[in-house]
């Protein structure tokens, strides 16, 4: 692919190189990692022109993982891939490896629909993970005076930046360059979206701005809190650090106690540079929200929530004014905001399976279910 500003990353262990050889000539620039589920790894870098106001107009790379079963990646094209091909995208803080892909027992939801059938694909948003950081994100001078603190920097120094990084109309730029990405790799009109957090507003936005590249829409604790969006950068400051991730739980059992290491080692790994700085921190652009613009969001969407997540009232309301009537709120029991890291993480994997291939739960495509700690489900008044 010389010359394409669309490229693909390379990374290969001793036990792919088989697999590549043999794929080489029909997918010059991938290499595949096989685990032991016959589900592949396939990493890919999608070139961007910027539009993230302080670097507006350079080119980043945008991180894309594929997690694929063996016998589709090769013939996964075109009609067969047709309502099969889905990507997450990420919230405020954790990149879209650790909050999707967590190697942790049966903890990886992109694993899970990799198994059942789906390509499945995650991004980082410029800013995280293994996505083009902004040059203002190794400033220490960026930095609030708590999070200086929290490594140690107390050098006075002023702000080389003094607005905080990130846009949500940057974000949906940057989500439309992979999606058109994805849409010309598996040949198909359109892909399936899941956002956490705060990746709901920013897939229900570009749900709203391109519902013709949209399949279906699965918003996950949909995070639309914050304010809407700003037209130009807001001051304050550029980019913050993540602290250890931990929650309390409502239920006994709620968590298995081993995860929060797989966590915390999988967030740090994703950001070596903040891994440095002082006790390690993965470090995570600060910007405005906004909201998922539900009104006019017309694709089928499932909005699921846990039943402990302060945003359920709020989601709730979203899910009253989706502009759709394909739409289903699922609340769940003995689960927060986290829910893909507890216990109960089956119930959300396996509804967002069952969605995906009928816009159904348990047959109801229109309404509003509760799943009780016992794995009951009911069918509420809306």
Not at 363 to 379: A, M
Request: charged content about 15%; proline content about 7%; overall charge negative.
């Amino acid at each position: 692919m010389k010359g394409s500003m669309k490229k693909l990353a390379v990374f290969v262990t001793v036990a792919a190189i088989a697999l590549f050889v043999a794929a080489a000539t029909a997918s010059a620039g991938q290499v595949f990692a096989k685990d032991e589920d016959h589900i592949l790894t396939i990493e890919h870098y999608v070139a961007h022109k910027s539009t993230v106001p302080a670097i507006a107009g350079q080119f980043v790379q945008l991180y894309v993982r594929e997690r694929v079963w063996a016998g589709h990646a090769q013939n996964f094209r075109g009609a067969e891939a047709t309502g099969k091909v889905v990507l997450f995208v990420h919230g405020a803080t954790i990149p879209a490896e650790t909050a999707f892909d967590l190697p942790y027992k049966d903890y990886s939801w992109m694993v899970y629909l990799a198994q059942a059938g789906f390509d499945v694909f995650l991004m980082d948003i410029t800013g995280y993970g293994a996505s083009t950081r902004p040059w203002q994100m190794n400033d220490k001078c960026n930095l609030s005076p708590a999070d200086k603190a929290i490594i140690g920097f107390s050098t006075p120094c002023a702000p080389s930046y003094p607005d905080e990084l990130g846009m949500m109309p940057a974000d949906w730029d940057d989500m439309d360059s992979v999606v058109d990405y994805l849409r010309d790799l598996r040949g198909v009109d359109r892909i399936s979206l899941i956002g956490w957090s705060l990746g709901g507003p920013r897939v229900g936005g570009y749900a709203v701005l391109h519902p013709e590249k949209v399949e279906n829409l699965i918003l996950y604790a949909p995070d639309t809190s914050g304010p809407t969006n700003s037209p130009s950068p807001v001051l304050g400051f550029a980019f913050t650090l993540v602290s250890p991730i931990s929650w309390t739980d409502s239920c006994e059992g709620a968590t298995d106690p081993g995860i929060f290491n797989a966590l915390n080692q999988d967030l740090l790994e994703s950001d070596p540079v903040g891994a440095t700085w002082g006790p390690g921190r993965a470090r995570a652009p600060i910007y405005p929200t906004a909201g998922a613009l539900a009104p006019e969001i017309k694709a089928p969407t499932l909005v699921i929530v846990g039943e402990g997540d302060p945003l359920l009232p709020l989601d709730k309301l979203v899910y009253g004014v989706l502009g759709t009537q394909d739409k289903v709120f699922m609340s769940v029991a003995c689960t927060g905001h986290v829910m893909v890291w507890q216990t109960r993480h089956h119930t959300l994997l396996e509804a967002s399976k069952e969605w995906l291939l009928h816009q159904s739960i348990r047959g109801i495509s229109h309404g509003v279910i509760n799943v009780d700690p016992q794995g009951g489900f009911t069918l509420l008044p809306e």
